[in-house]
C-alpha cells in the first residue's frame, strides 16, 4: 500500500519522518477523514474547507499551494497510484520539526485503504458500552480531529472487551459521541444525536447526512442532549464513521436491538 507523504508517492513501509517531528512527539497535527466512491472524493470541496478551518484553529500556516485544486489532485494521485476506486482517505496535515513554532512549515499526509464497496455497513455482533473513565472536553478546539492521547486508553478497554465500539460522555455525563464516531439513537421515525455542543468533533459526513434525511422527510433528526441510559430505551443504535459508513449496534448490556430502520436509513450516505 503507497502513501502521499509531502506529494511523493512512497510505500507504507519505507515512508519515514524524522523523530524530531511535532506530530510524532506532541500530535501536532490535524486530519480530515472523506470517502472516495467510484473514483471520486465525496463532498470534497466540504472536506476542503473544513480542513482549512481546522489548520487555522491550530494556527497553522497554510501554504499558498493548498488550494482546493492541490487538495482533490494529491488525493486522485494516491488513489491512481494504489488503483483504489472505492475507500476511506485520511489527509493529515501537521508542522515539520523548525524550532520557531511560528515559522514552522506545513507537511501532510494521506493514505487511503481500499473497499469493495461505496460505503460499509458493518454489519455484525456489533455490543457497545458507555466508557467512564475519560470525559470529553466540549471546548472549541476540543471539536477539531486531532490526536487525543486519552482515547489511547479508551481503545485498549475496547480491545480488552471485546466491544465493537464504546460511548464517550462529556463532563456533565451526556453521551458526547463514540469512540469510533458520531452515535445516532432511532426510536419510531425519530432520530436523536448529541448536538455539537455536547463534544461532537465537526464532522463533513455528519452535517450531510442529516441534512439529507431531514430533507427526506422519512425520519427525522434531532440534536438534543443525551444521557446514556436512554440507549436501553432505544429500537436501534447506530454509529456513523467517517469516512467509513455505519456500524450497526446490536446489543449494549442486556439490551438487544433490531436492524431494520438503520438499513433503510444506510441510503441517505
Given at each position: 500500500?503507497?502513501?502521499?507523504?509531502?506529494?511523493?508517492?512512497?510505500?507504507?513501509?519505507?515512508?519515514?519522518?524524522?523523530?524530531?517531528?511535532?506530530?510524532?512527539?506532541?500530535?501536532?497535527?490535524?486530519?480530515?477523514?472523506?470517502?472516495?466512491?467510484?473514483?471520486?472524493?465525496?463532498?470534497?470541496?466540504?472536506?476542503?474547507?473544513?480542513?482549512?478551518?481546522?489548520?487555522?484553529?491550530?494556527?497553522?500556516?497554510?501554504p499558498l499551494d493548498f488550494t482546493p485544486e492541490f487538495f482533490q489532485e494529491?488525493?486522485?494521485?494516491?488513489?491512481?497510484?494504489?488503483?483504489?476506486?472505492?475507500?476511506?482517505?485520511?489527509?493529515?496535515?501537521?508542522?515539520?520539526?523548525?524550532?520557531?513554532?511560528?515559522?514552522?512549515?506545513?507537511?501532510?499526509?494521506?493514505?487511503?485503504?481500499?473497499?469493495?464497496?461505496?460505503?460499509?455497513?458493518?454489519?455484525?455482533?456489533?455490543?457497545?458500552?458507555?466508557?467512564?473513565?475519560?470525559?470529553?472536553?466540549?471546548?472549541?478546539?476540543?471539536?477539531?480531529?486531532?490526536?487525543?492521547?486519552?482515547?489511547?486508553?479508551?481503545?485498549?478497554?475496547?480491545?480488552?472487551?471485546?466491544?465493537?465500539?464504546?460511548?464517550?460522555?462529556?463532563?456533565?455525563?451526556?453521551?458526547?459521541?463514540?469512540?469510533?464516531?458520531?452515535?445516532?439513537?432511532?426510536?419510531?421515525?425519530?432520530?436523536?444525536?448529541?448536538?455539537?455542543?455536547?463534544?461532537?468533533?465537526?464532522?463533513?459526513?455528519?452535517?450531510?447526512?442529516?441534512?439529507?434525511?431531514?430533507?427526506?422527510?422519512?425520519?427525522?433528526?434531532?440534536?438534543?442532549?443525551?444521557?446514556?441510559?436512554?440507549?436501553?430505551?432505544?429500537?436501534?443504535?447506530?454509529?456513523?464513521?467517517?469516512?467509513?459508513?455505519?456500524?450497526?449496534?446490536?446489543?449494549?448490556?442486556?439490551?438487544?436491538?433490531?436492524?431494520?430502520?438503520?438499513?433503510?436509513?444506510?441510503?441517505?450516505?
Amino acid at each position: 500500500m503507497k502513501i502521499n507523504l509531502g506529494g511523493v508517492i512512497v510505500e507504507k513501509a519505507n515512508a519515514e519522518i524524522g523523530i524530531q517531528n511535532r506530530a510524532f512527539r506532541n500530535g501536532d497535527a490535524v486530519k480530515e477523514i472523506l470517502r472516495f466512491v467510484n473514483g471520486e472524493i465525496i463532498d470534497w470541496e466540504d472536506h476542503y474547507f473544513n480542513l482549512m478551518a481546522s489548520m487555522r484553529i491550530y494556527r497553522m500556516n497554510i501554504p499558498l499551494d493548498f488550494t482546493p485544486e492541490f487538495f482533490q489532485e494529491q488525493i486522485n494521485l494516491l488513489a491512481e497510484a494504489n488503483q483504489t476506486k472505492s475507500g476511506k482517505v485520511e489527509f493529515f496535515a501537521f508542522r515539520n520539526d523548525e524550532e520557531d513554532y511560528l515559522k514552522a512549515s506545513i507537511n501532510y499526509l494521506i493514505s487511503i485503504e481500499n473497499s469493495e464497496n461505496d460505503w460499509e455497513f458493518l454489519q455484525a455482533e456489533n455490543e457497545i458500552d458507555v466508557y467512564k473513565d475519560y470525559a470529553i472536553n466540549t471546548a472549541f478546539y476540543s471539536l477539531v480531529n486531532t490526536y487525543r492521547p486519552e482515547e489511547n486508553i479508551a481503545e485498549i478497554y475496547r480491545l480488552e472487551n471485546d466491544y465493537a465500539d464504546i460511548i464517550l460522555l462529556n463532563a456533565n455525563k451526556k453521551m458526547a459521541r463514540s469512540l469510533r464516531g458520531n452515535i445516532f439513537v432511532v426510536n419510531g421515525e425519530t432520530i436523536r444525536t448529541p448536538k455539537k455542543e455536547e463534544g461532537v468533533i465537526t464532522s463533513v459526513l455528519r452535517n450531510n447526512f442529516i441534512t439529507k434525511i431531514n430533507k427526506a422527510e422519512e425520519f427525522k433528526v434531532e440534536e438534543v442532549e443525551i444521557f446514556p441510559f436512554e440507549i436501553q430505551k432505544a429500537e436501534e443504535v447506530f454509529i456513523l464513521i467517517d469516512g467509513v459508513g455505519i456500524l450497526p449496534i446490536t446489543k449494549n448490556r442486556k439490551k438487544e436491538y433490531t436492524l431494520n430502520k438503520t438499513k433503510s436509513i444506510f441510503k441517505y450516505l
